[in-house]
T-cell receptor
């Protein structure tokens, strides 16, 4: 089992460029999440999905879009990157929504926007 | 208002000593779960321990234990016999019904273990 994987691991963009981050999980989890991590801020939820074909906004959704066309994949898109989107992005998945369900995280993507 | 508060930005401990990392939470739900994660310098998030609101016993996983004080709404992580490899960021998180069980995280505590 690979668990949760993210591609790419690193990326440098210029302001205004677009890109897509890919998250894949092989644990048959229903729930998937995208977080961003900034120094001193912990993890902040961008968007999440409760199943194939569904997405919902989290705490900091502006400037990002997501899609969940297949259960195992969750894509995060930046249409027009801004320096404020420089961050480390983590994808996570969990079996369901119960308070007992543990999240499993990918290794992260370090994005720099110049 | 912060749902999860970790008041210690940084902590230092001597190798082989025990250390407690603080976490307080805010919820009006009866049913919730509390989690601790470790993030070493390599960056990955590693699940350490879970405590359910209805669990009567404190959770234990090897050298990690969770000091759960429900009335005080605290869920402190205790690491016994610290090792150099315990140096990392530690995050407390909560799932609660009021938040649709979507996890929220604290800002983290940086732990440095000295030899």
């Amino acid at each position: 089992n690979a668990g949760v994987t993210q591609t790419p691991k690193f990326r440098v963009l210029k302001t205004g460029q677009s890109m897509t981050l890919l998250c894949a999980q092989d644990m048959n989890h229903e729930y998937m999440y995208w977080y961003r991590q900034d120094p001193g801020m912990g993890l902040r939820l961008i968007h999440y999905s409760v199943g194939e074909g569904t997405t919902a906004k989290g705490e900091v959704p502006d400037g990002y879009n997501v899609s969940r066309l297949k259960k195992q994949n969750f894509l995060l898109g930046l249409e027009s990157a801004a320096p404020s989107q420089t961050s480390v992005y983590f994808c996570a998945s969990s079996y369901g929504e119960q308070h007992t369900d543990t999240q499993y995280f990918g290794p992260g993507t370090r994005l720099t926007v110049l | 208002a912060q749902k999860i508060t970790q008041t210690q930005p940084g902590m230092f401990v001597q190798e082989k000593e025990a250390v407690t990392l603080d976490c307080t939470y805010d919820t009006s739900d009866q049913s919730y779960g509390l989690f601790w994660y470790k993030q070493p310098s390599s960056g990955e998030m590693i699940f350490l321990i879970y405590q359910g609101s209805y669990d009567e016993q404190n959770a234990t996983e090897g050298r990690y234990s969770l000091n759960f004080q429900k009335a005080r709404k605290s869920a402190n992580l205790v690491i016994s016999a610290s090792q150099l490899g315990d140096s990392a960021m530690y995050f407390c998180a909560m799932r609660e019904r009021g938040g649709s069980y979507i996890p929220t995280f604290g800002r983290g505590t940086s732990l440095i273990v000295h030899p």
